[in-house]
Protein backbone atom coordinates (compact mmCIF):
# COMPACT_ATOMS: atom_id res chain seq x y z
CA UNK A 1 0.00 0.00 0.00
CA UNK A 2 1.24 3.42 -0.62
CA UNK A 3 1.84 5.89 2.28
CA UNK A 4 3.48 9.47 1.80
CA UNK A 5 4.14 11.41 4.93
CA UNK A 6 5.14 15.11 5.15
CA UNK A 7 7.28 16.51 8.22
CA UNK A 8 9.10 19.41 8.84
CA UNK A 9 6.32 22.28 8.20
CA UNK A 10 5.82 25.02 11.18
CA UNK A 11 6.12 28.66 11.78
CA UNK A 12 8.96 30.65 10.75
CA UNK A 13 9.84 34.10 10.39
CA UNK A 14 9.90 36.45 7.64
CA UNK A 15 13.25 35.17 5.56
CA UNK A 16 13.86 31.95 7.74
CA UNK A 17 14.19 28.33 6.21
CA UNK A 18 12.47 25.26 6.36
CA UNK A 19 13.35 21.80 5.15
CA UNK A 20 10.09 19.56 4.46
CA UNK A 21 10.62 15.55 4.10
CA UNK A 22 7.97 13.47 2.11
CA UNK A 23 8.87 9.59 3.65
CA UNK A 24 7.29 7.02 1.13
CA UNK A 25 6.49 3.22 1.49
CA UNK A 26 4.51 0.58 -0.14
CA UNK A 27 6.81 1.48 -2.93
CA UNK A 28 10.72 1.82 -4.55
CA UNK A 29 11.12 5.68 -4.55
CA UNK A 30 13.50 5.44 -7.84
CA UNK A 31 10.55 4.15 -9.98
CA UNK A 32 8.42 7.16 -9.19
CA UNK A 33 8.52 11.19 -10.14
CA UNK A 34 7.56 13.05 -7.02
CA UNK A 35 5.88 16.37 -6.86
CA UNK A 36 5.59 18.93 -4.13
CA UNK A 37 2.04 20.84 -3.80
CA UNK A 38 0.47 23.92 -2.00
CA UNK A 39 -2.95 24.88 -0.40
CA UNK A 40 -3.56 28.32 0.66
CA UNK A 41 -6.96 28.93 2.21
CA UNK A 42 -9.06 29.75 -0.36
CA UNK A 43 -7.13 29.02 -2.95
CA UNK A 44 -6.49 26.23 -6.08
CA UNK A 45 -3.92 23.54 -5.16
CA UNK A 46 -0.31 25.13 -6.57
CA UNK A 47 2.10 22.63 -7.87
CA UNK A 48 5.72 24.15 -7.20
CA UNK A 49 8.59 21.88 -7.66
CA UNK A 50 8.96 17.64 -8.70
CA UNK A 51 11.97 15.56 -9.37
CA UNK A 52 11.56 13.46 -12.20
CA UNK A 53 11.78 9.78 -11.89
CA UNK A 54 14.12 9.48 -15.19
CA UNK A 55 17.00 11.36 -15.19
CA UNK A 56 16.40 13.25 -11.48
CA UNK A 57 15.39 16.29 -13.03
CA UNK A 58 13.43 19.52 -11.57
CA UNK A 59 11.42 21.80 -12.11
CA UNK A 60 10.06 24.80 -9.61
CA UNK A 61 7.60 27.36 -10.19
CA UNK A 62 8.35 31.10 -11.15
CA UNK A 63 7.38 32.10 -7.58
CA UNK A 64 10.13 30.09 -5.86
CA UNK A 65 12.74 29.79 -7.93
CA UNK A 66 16.09 30.84 -5.93
CA UNK A 67 14.75 30.01 -2.96
CA UNK A 68 13.35 26.35 -2.92
CA UNK A 69 15.92 23.09 -4.27
CA UNK A 70 14.08 20.04 -4.06
CA UNK A 71 16.08 16.49 -3.58
CA UNK A 72 15.47 12.68 -3.04
CA UNK A 73 17.23 9.84 -1.34
CA UNK A 74 16.72 6.83 -2.81
CA UNK A 75 18.24 5.08 0.08
CA UNK A 76 15.97 6.21 2.40
CA UNK A 77 13.06 6.86 0.51
CA UNK A 78 12.55 9.85 1.69
CA UNK A 79 12.63 13.88 -0.92
CA UNK A 80 13.01 16.80 0.26
CA UNK A 81 12.16 20.25 -0.01
CA UNK A 82 14.40 22.94 1.21
CA UNK A 83 12.71 26.22 1.35
CA UNK A 84 14.99 29.25 2.12
CA UNK A 85 14.03 33.40 2.33
CA UNK A 86 10.42 32.07 3.01
CA UNK A 87 7.76 34.80 2.46
CA UNK A 88 4.16 35.53 3.90
CA UNK A 89 2.56 34.24 0.69
CA UNK A 90 4.46 31.18 1.26
CA UNK A 91 1.55 30.08 4.17
CA UNK A 92 -0.08 27.03 2.86
CA UNK A 93 -0.03 23.22 3.49
CA UNK A 94 2.32 21.17 1.78
CA UNK A 95 1.82 18.20 0.15
CA UNK A 96 4.01 15.59 -1.63
CA UNK A 97 2.88 13.34 -4.33
CA UNK A 98 3.86 10.61 -6.40
CA UNK A 99 3.30 9.79 -10.28
CA UNK A 100 4.89 7.61 -12.79
CA UNK A 101 4.80 10.29 -15.83
CA UNK A 102 8.03 12.94 -15.54
CA UNK A 103 8.48 16.07 -13.86
CA UNK A 104 5.30 18.08 -14.89
CA UNK A 105 3.39 20.57 -12.06
CA UNK A 106 0.06 19.57 -12.64
CA UNK A 107 -2.30 18.42 -9.64
CA UNK A 108 -4.43 16.32 -11.57
CA UNK A 109 -1.36 14.11 -12.94
CA UNK A 110 0.03 12.71 -9.43
CA UNK A 111 -2.17 9.63 -8.24
CA UNK A 112 -1.14 9.03 -4.28
CA UNK A 113 -0.86 11.80 -1.71
CA UNK A 114 0.25 12.48 1.62
CA UNK A 115 -1.76 14.30 3.78
CA UNK A 116 -0.09 17.39 4.16
CA UNK A 117 2.15 19.66 6.37
CA UNK A 118 1.17 23.29 7.67
CA UNK A 119 3.70 25.99 6.93
CA UNK A 120 3.03 29.35 8.09
CA UNK A 121 5.46 32.50 8.02
CA UNK A 122 4.70 35.18 9.85
CA UNK A 123 6.28 37.72 12.43
Known sequence: QVHLVESGGGLVQPGGSLRLSCAVSGFALDYYTIGWFRQAPGKERE??????????????????????AISR??????????????????TAVYYCAT????????????????QGTQVTVSS
Open 47 to 68: GISCISVDDGSTDYVDSVKGRF
Open 73 to 90: DNDRNTVYLQMNSLEPGD
Open 99 to 114: TRWSCVLTPSTYNYWG
